[in-house]
């Protein structure tokens, strides 16, 4: 499998987000907790999220995170809030308002096979968000 999520001609670019938070999973304060986190994810990606989103084999997303202070900060749970924002399951159960935010019916490996993350310390908190899609080979 290919990884370079630059080559167009391979993968399509569907949507890239920005928000002033860097969090990770399992959190449970109020307000704080991972569905609450889920729809502040939505919440920033609905922003000029696309109405026709072309049709795919499978997701690819391209995470960075930018994190102030030197608190330990785990990054391989910054993932999980993100992929599960995008999932039909996760966002019927959430009850969520996004529904048209759905891209694919489970957060497993037959939907979702390819996440690059990174991290910095910064000076400011920040989560960039890019979401890709395989191209549908040609016959």
């Keep these: 499998m290919e990884w370079n999520l630059d080559d167009k001609s391979r993968y399509a670019l569907v949507h890239s987000f920005e928000f002033p938070e860097a969090f990770t999973y399992a959190d449970m304060r109020k307000g704080r907790r991972d569905k609450d986190k889920r729809e502040y994810i939505r919440s920033k990606a609905a922003k000029n999220f696309p109405i026709n989103i072309l049709e795919v084999q499978w997701w690819a997303f391209r995470i960075f995170v930018g994190k102030t202070g030197m ?63 395989a191209k549908k080979k040609l016959i």
């Design 71 to 133: 608190r330990q900060f785990d990054i391989e749970n910054v993932p999980k809030l993100i992929i599960d924002s995008f999932c039909k399951r996760q966002i019927i159960q959430d009850k969520s308002g996004f529904k048209k935010l759905a891209l694919y019916d489970d957060d497993t490996l037959d939907y979702v096979k390819i996440l690059a993350v990174g991290g910095s310390r910064s000076t400011k908190d920040f989560t960039k968000v890019e979401i890709f899609g």
